[in-house]
């Protein structure tokens, strides 16, 4: 008792130190095109065509094809003696650059940035704090100034931004029935995916997307068209600046950047500007009460360490938070996908 039997096998230790593998292979092939390739093909295609058409080796993508089957992101068949390939279903609507429902910017930005920066997570585990600086060499006294070091660098940011909320948007922002609140500030919105699901689940309502200048700017020019007339936009710092005044707040993936002193600065302001029987929405991936699960959170709990000030919390912990700046009549919805919603009220 307490030895394994000899006979033992630790599969899953085996797949745990190897699951970079597999991140780096999605990664490769994304960045390669490889699914773009095949989905405009509308054929299959030999392991010849493809390394041509993504500029590589053939032996290389050969190898790359074969794992990518294993993987079941691709199905080979065999004709007439060669093996062609094609993308999956999965593979077209998730992975290709051009598919709606595409996570091509998040990949990339998994590989580009987030991989780079959990090569330390030991130190960031040691230090209690992000390694902006140790993996690109930038200051990470102000978090957003390190996140948008670049102005391509903000763009990928927002790419990554937008792409969840195509798959998990509707359930957060249908999560609670919101539909008696008209006036919605969607506090840090971004690229305004979410402002998007929001105008689409209620039609009587308007949203303005408060963020920072610059990436008004940007989703302004790339992200919302003119045709999204109930979507307008705020520049300013939430921080420091006067918050438009509405009946519906909603601060998705903000809290968790932040550690809880400046969440309660925040959740304070935004109770100051609600309107009396207005609400504030947090959309956030919700850890279990006891910490058990689930694996994603305490994934992305890690993750915020690497990468800013905040941490994952429990729908008790955001409770908390939003009590401390006035909300009453707390709840919080599970969905079931990634993100969560928690909604507080401010009384009459
Ligand atoms: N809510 C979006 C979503 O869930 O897709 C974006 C979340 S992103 C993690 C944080 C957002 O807060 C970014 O769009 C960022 O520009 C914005 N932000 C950060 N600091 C800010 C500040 N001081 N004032 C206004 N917006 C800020």
């Known amino acids: 008792e307490g030895t394994p039997a000899a006979d033992a096998y630790p599969r899953k230790i085996l797949e745990y130190m190897e699951g970079f593998l597999i991140s780096k292979t999605v990664f490769t092939s994304c960045e390669l095109g490889l699914f773009d390739v095949l989905l405009g093909a509308e054929r299959p295609l030999s392991a010849e ?7 590589a080796s053939q032996d290389g993508t050969q190898r790359l094809l074969a794992a990518c089957t ?5 199905n080979a068949h065999t004709d007439d003696g060669q093996v062609l390939y094609s993308n999956t279903e999965q593979a077209s ?3 290709t650059r051009s598919s709606p429902l595409s996570l091509y910017q998040s990949i990339q930005y998994s590989s580009r940035t987030i991989y ?3 090569h330390y997570l030991t130190d960031a585990i040691r230090e209690g704090r992000n390694q902006y600086e140790k993996a ?3 200051s990470s006294k102000d978090l957003f100034q390190a996140l948008y070091r670049s102005d391509e660098e903000m763009v990928k940011f927002m790419q990554l931004m937008n792409s969840i909320w195509n798959i998990c948007g509707k359930d957060v922002v249908t999560a609670f029935d919101l539909s008696p609140f008209k006036v919605i500030c969607d506090l840090g919105g971004c690229s305004g995916a979410l402002a998007k699901q929001c105008t689409s689940a209620y039609p009587e309502c308007t949203v303005t997307i408060f963020d920072l200048p610059k990436v008004v700017r940007t989703s302004r020019e790339h992200f919302v068209t003119e045709a999204d007339q109930r979507i307008s936009f705020h520049q300013g710092d939430f921080f420091k600046d006067p918050l438009p005044e509405a009946d519906l707040y909603i601060l998705a993936r903000i809290l968790h950047d932040w550690p809880d002193e400046r969440c309660i600065e925040l959740l304070s302001r935004v109770y100051k500007a609600c309107r009396p029987g207005g609400v504030v929405l947090l959309v956030e991936a919700l850890l279990h009460e006891d ?4 694996l994603t959170a305490q994934l992305y709990s890690l993750n915020m360490l690497v990468q800013t000030e905040g941490r994952e919390r429990t729908a008790a912990q955001y409770a908390a938070l939003l009590a401390a700046a006035g909300f009453t009549n707390i709840q919080h919805r599970l969905t079931g996908k990634i993100y969560d919603a928690v909604l507080g009220h401010k009384e009459t």
């Open 136 to 138: 690109f060499g930038v």
């Open 70 to 74: 294993g993987l079941q992101l691709l």
């Open 116 to 118: 780079l920066c959990w």
């Open 93 to 95: 609507v998730y992975l």
């Open 291 to 294: 910490g058990s699960g689930p």
């Open 49 to 55: 065509e493809i390394s041509h058409a993504v500029g």
